[in-house]
């Protein structure tokens, strides 16, 4: 297959169809510091235009990754959709009504892992449901917290506190906390950008694995390339910042369930690496470019 840049913006409208999540023209603008004080302290600013004019569809049950230079704003862009944080122009729809703030039919996983530390394996992911779904019998919570401790692979850890839980187990946690909400969406903020590689790897493989039983949509921000690849159905692919726009969306054609191991022998996988690569390698090296005369 050839590498496709499937959708430029003004596309959208023509190929949605089956359509989840939609961004119509977002931009995000992060004010600026004004006034007497951040100028005489020296933290005077002007606006900043983090997200520019940004159009994109995701459909149902994709598992969708966006990749970028470092800054150019895919958290913003996901905090978006969680409603975490407001686009400053332009709209977001999820199933066809707008996004105006956070909701369980979104569970987030955080790099941190964002789990409470006095609270013990089970009790995180009880502290979810329960906040979500506070009419649910005892039974029903407790029935829900077990199934996901045993789909992430968590079983024996339940009485276990966040600190006596390694890197990649705390994660499992997050991802399990956010499963049990029952979201439509699972948004993962570089979930796995804090661990070893070989956590890292056996974390994939597992995301893999529950992502072949749920086929529910993901939309993932990461900066490993391999990682998009194996994981992902379609890769967003933003410019640097400031202004950042998509710059291109590149299908992932290997059949499911993949394998690390296989993933290299088909021959598209070089060329999209090799897309990937040109891509962040350009972005990035302007970035350090308008760093160097700016200093
Ligand atoms: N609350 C804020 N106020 C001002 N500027 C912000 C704020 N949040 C983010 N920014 C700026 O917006 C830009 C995009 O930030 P963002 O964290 O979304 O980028 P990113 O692509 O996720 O970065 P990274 O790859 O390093 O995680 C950055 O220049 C950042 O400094």
New binding site residues.
């Given amino acids: 297959m050839t590498v496709s840049s499937r959708y430029q913006s003004s596309e959208y409208e023509a190929l949605a169809t089956d359509v989840q999540v939609s961004l119509r023209h977002v931009s995000k603008v ?1 004010p600026g510091k004004r006034g007497l004080l951040n100028r005489w302290t020296g933290k005077a600013r002007s606006d ?1 235009l ?1 997200l520019d004019d940004i159009s994109l569809d995701i459909q149902h049950n994709k598992f969708v990754s966006i990749i ?1 230079p ?7 862009l996901l905090s978006i959709i969680a409603g975490l944080s407001t686009a400053t122009s332009g709209s977001v729809w999820m199933d066809g009504k707008p996004i105006l703030g956070p909701g369980p039919d979104r569970g987030m996983v955080f790099q941190n892992y964002a789990l409470m530390p006095w609270m013990t394996v089970e009790e995180n992911i009880r502290f979810a449901v329960e906040t979500v779904y506070p009419k649910m019998s005892l039974t029903r919570q407790k029935n829900i917290v077990r199934e996901n401790i045993q789909l992430v692979g968590l079983n024996g850890a339940e009485k276990k506190h966040p600190h006596e839980l390694s890197g990649g187990m705390r994660q499992r946690v997050g991802i399990a906390r956010a499963l049990s909400i029952s979201p439509q969406i699972l948004l993962m903020d ?1 979930p796995f950008g804090a661990l070893d590689a070989l956590t890292r790897g056996f974390l994939q493989d597992e995301i893999e694995r529950i992502w072949e039983q749920q086929r529910q949509t993901v939309i993932m ?1 990461t ?1 490993s390339i391999e990682e998009a690849l194996l994981l992902s159905d379609e890769i967003v692919m933003m410019t640097r ?1 400031p202004a950042a726009k998509i710059a291109q969306i590149l299908e992932v054609p290997f059949p499911r369930p993949r394998n690390r191991e296989t993933l290299d022998q088909y021959p598209s996988y070089h060329e999209l690496k090799a897309e990937m690569e040109r891509h962040l390698s350009r972005e990035t090296r302007a970035v350090e470019e308008s760093r160097v005369q700016a200093a």
């Avoid at 470092?70 to 913003?76: E, M, R």
């Fill in positions: 992060f900043y983090a970028g470092s800054g150019c704003g895919k958290s913003t570089e921000i900066h910042g």
